[in-house]
């Protein structure tokens, strides 16, 4: 099988269900921004971290494929089974930032991205996450998108900051807190 068809060379990509739109829909955009944070993801897992949460890390990245599916699919056409998140998902995320928030500072200020390249890559990831959170919560005013994905997605950015302060504290980087100026 070739990896390319030339089906999109006029600028339309195919949904699970067979229906054709623009590269450039919110739906496309949707489950490409989601792609992007999984790959953001993956740079954060291939760093110096603990093997605890790589493995977090790679569930978090299946996940990921489990949305982008959601997302590729057409919701009133496609028929094909795909798999589904549940609500304990997200409680997973919920107990792995529970955990790691056991053992970090109590949070007095905003933090400023940064201090090691690795939690510089656990900020751009949530970023992408944020980002990917308002492109599906304004593709859901206008099409359907699954209440456990906008959640799940939510979640995940708090869970990425979490992640950040705590390879801050593993790391023995200096986490900076933001000083406003008045």
Not at 11 to 16: A, C, E, K, Y
Not at 61 to 81: C, H, N, V, W, Y
Not at 161 to 166: G, P
Request: net charge negative.
């Amino acid at each position: 099988m070739k990896i390319y068809t030339k089906k999109g060379d006029t600028g339309t990509t195919g949904l699970i269900g067979g229906t054709r739109i623009l590269k450039s829909s919110l739906r496309i955009e949707a489950y490409g921004t989601i792609d992007e944070l999984n790959s953001y993801i993956g740079l954060v897992r291939d760093q110096d971290i603990h093997e605890h949460y790589k493995k977090q890390l790679i569930e978090i990245q299946d996940r990921l494929f489990t949305i982008g599916s959601s997302l590729a699919a057409d919701p009133e056409k496609s028929t094909m089974k795909i798999p589904d998140l549940h609500a304990s998902d997200i409680e997973v995320l919920e107990k792995w930032m529970d955990e790691m928030e056991e053992v970090l500072p109590e949070m007095k200020n905003f933090v400023l991205p940064g201090g090691h390249q690795t939690v510089s890559f656990c900020h751009v990831a949530r970023c992408v996450c944020r980002r990917g959170e308002r492109i599906i919560v304004d593709l859901n005013q206008h099409e359907f998108v699954a209440d456990l994905v906008i959640s799940y997605i939510n979640r995940l950015s708090d869970y990425l900051f979490v992640l950040s302060r705590k390879i801050t504290l593993d790391l023995g980087a200096i986490e900076q807190p933001w000083q406003p100026r008045m």
